[in-house]
Structure formats: structure tokens, C-alpha cells
């Protein structure tokens, strides 16, 4: 979750490119460290985002990257619309992921982008995305 996806990981290469599948860029900044946005769910099949509507908006500390992460196997659950915020040096362009999964191996890999301030984990849209990953990560 959120920071798992950081700029701290950069000199892991075997996880910034296997595991989350993108290398950090950096996020969005000041006076706008975290402003509203809205969020497109792409694929609602996922046990982590069929509870969600289509779109919705939330606050967040929206995260790029270098790569996009779709271009390396990841399965995007979620975008933010870049034209509903201003993303200034944190801009993917049409593309922006914010949760995605993969397999690795035998293992499965679940990241969200969300969980920047303590609102996003009491948020009834995002602790059930982020329970529901964790479940599928783990096979529970």
C-alpha cells in the first residue's frame, strides 16, 4: 500500500521493476500535497473493486511513475483522471494507474497507490479495496 511504491525502494531494482512493476517518480506537491480527484475504476471484476462505483472522487497523495506499470504485465484496477487535478511534474498523461495485481511466480502481488493520510483507512470506498487485496494477495 501507498509507500510500498515509493522513491525509498529506488535502489531495489529486483522490486521496483518484479514487484511493483514500476520505478517512483514522485507525487504530487505543494500548495496542492493532496487534492480531490477523480478515481475510474477499469475492472470491476477484481474482489478488490467490484464493491466500487465506476468513478469516484477522493483526496490523495497521487503517486507517478517513471514506466507505467500496465506496460510490464501489471493488471490495472484503477486510474486517476489527470484533468480533474492539477498533477503539475507528477503527470503520467491519459494513463495514470493508482492500483494494479500481478502474479510473480507462484505469488500474487496486489498495490494501491492509496493511503497517504489516515482518512483513506477509514474510507468505505477504500478499506474494503485494500482488505479485499490483501485477502486475494494472500489466498486467504
Keep these: 500500500l501507498h509507500a510500498a511504491g515509493d522513491g525509498s525502494h529506488e535502489?531495489?531494482?529486483w522490486y521496483t521493476h518484479q514487484i511493483i512493476?514500476?520505478?517512483?517518480?514522485?507525487?504530487?506537491?505543494?500548495?496542492?500535497?493532496?487534492?480531490?480527484?477523480?478515481?475510474?475504476?477499469?475492472?470491476?471484476?477484481?474482489?478488490a473493486s467490484k464493491h466500487l462505483p465506476a468513478e469516484f472522487e477522493i483526496a490523495e497523495e497521487w503517486y507517478a511513475w517513471h514506466d507505467n506499470p500496465r506496460d510490464h504485465g501489471a493488471n490495472v484496477l484503477m486510474t486517476v483522471d489527470e484533468s480533474s487535478y492539477t498533477p503539475g511534474a507528477a503527470s503520467m498523461g491519459e494513463d495514470h494507474p493508482m492500483v494494479w495485481y500481478h502474479q510473480l511466480g507462484r505469488g500474487r502481488v496486489f498495490y494501491s497507490a492509496f493511503g497517504h493520510h489516515e482518512e483513506a483507512y477509514e474510507s468505505e470506498l477504500l478499506v474494503p479495496m485494500m482488505e479485499q487485496g490483501i485477502i486475494w494477495a494472500g489466498r486467504l
Design 11 to 13: 535502489s531495489w531494482d
Design 21 to 47: 512493476k514500476a520505478p517512483y517518480n514522485q507525487h504530487t506537491l505543494y500548495p496542492e500535497h493532496l487534492p480531490m480527484a477523480i478515481v475510474n475504476v477499469e475492472d470491476d471484476s477484481h474482489p
